[in-house]
């Protein structure tokens, strides 16, 4: 059973960094790509990032790009997002799915850590 | 970046059939868009029900497909139950970047 378990939400101030955690249980990571998602609260759902399998290729949504970095660890089987210069806006929970190593045919998510940024 | 576009709620009956569109801006959502449908309950982490426009997970009641329909991404759910309440999301694949549609609420009633 595939299981993703996210981490390092909290409460930062504006302006400030914080790095995501998503921990993958799974013998496959090393030839899965992986997604982070986004859903600010009471809204829909938002995709930030994706990662090939081996980390040569990723790509951004919009709203992110040049604030966040995705990356990954395949000999921890961690995935990772850094954000920097976080605004009110990135108030969400935060998500990681599984995918194929192109980031294709998505299939588990985590549960989801929840991002507050307030001062 | 494209804009995907779903009706914001749909209503149906138990055991009713219902079809749910995800359509895009830059044009007809083709399979080489593969896709995707996902189901959100309250409180809860998606799910993932389709994928690739027509193909289910192991763990995807039989009552859902996927397909195309008018230039669209279709999710018909035939034989609604209760349970089927809730938020469905479509997520198109464009080159570099995925986009989700807005979400459908759906209502068993």
């Known amino acids: 059973q595939v299981q993703l378990v996210e981490s390092g939400g909290g409460v930062v101030q504006p302006g400030r960094s914080l790095t995501l955690s998503c921990a993958a249980s799974t013998f496959s990571f090393n030839t899965d790509g992986m997604h982070w998602v986004r859903q600010a609260p009471g809204k829909g759902l938002e995709w930030l990032a994706v990662?090939?399998?081996?980390?040569?290729?990723?790509y951004y949504g919009d709203s992110v790009k040049g604030r966040f970095i995705i990356s990954r660890d395949n000999s921890k089987n961690t995935l990772y997002l850094q954000m920097h210069g976080l605004r009110a806006e990135d108030t969400a929970v935060y998500y990681c799915a599984r995918a194929n190593r192109y980031g294709f045919k998505l299939d588990y998510w985590g549960q989801g850590t929840l991002v507050t940024v307030s001062s | 970046q494209a804009v995907v576009t779903q009706e914001p709620s749909l209503t149906v009956s138990p055991g009713g059939t219902v079809t749910l569109t995800c359509g895009s801006s830059?044009?007809?959502?083709?399979?080489?868009?593969?896709p995707y449908w996902f189901q959100q309950k309250p409180g809860q982490a998606p799910r993932t029900l389709i994928y690739?426009?027509?193909y289910k997970h192991s763990w995807t009641p039989a009552r859902f497909s996927g397909s195309l329909l008018g230039g669209k991404a279709a999710l018909t759910l035939s034989g609604a139950q209760p349970e089927d309440e809730a938020e469905y999301y479509c997520?198109?694949?464009?080159?570099?970047?995925?986009?989700f549609g807005g979400g459908t609420k759906l209502t068993v009633l």
């Open positions: 690739d426009t027509t």
């Open positions: 830059t044009g007809a959502v083709t399979s080489g868009h593969y």
């Open positions: 990662i090939w399998y081996d980390g040569s290729k990723v």
């Open positions: 997520l198109v694949a464009y080159y570099g970047a995925w986009v």
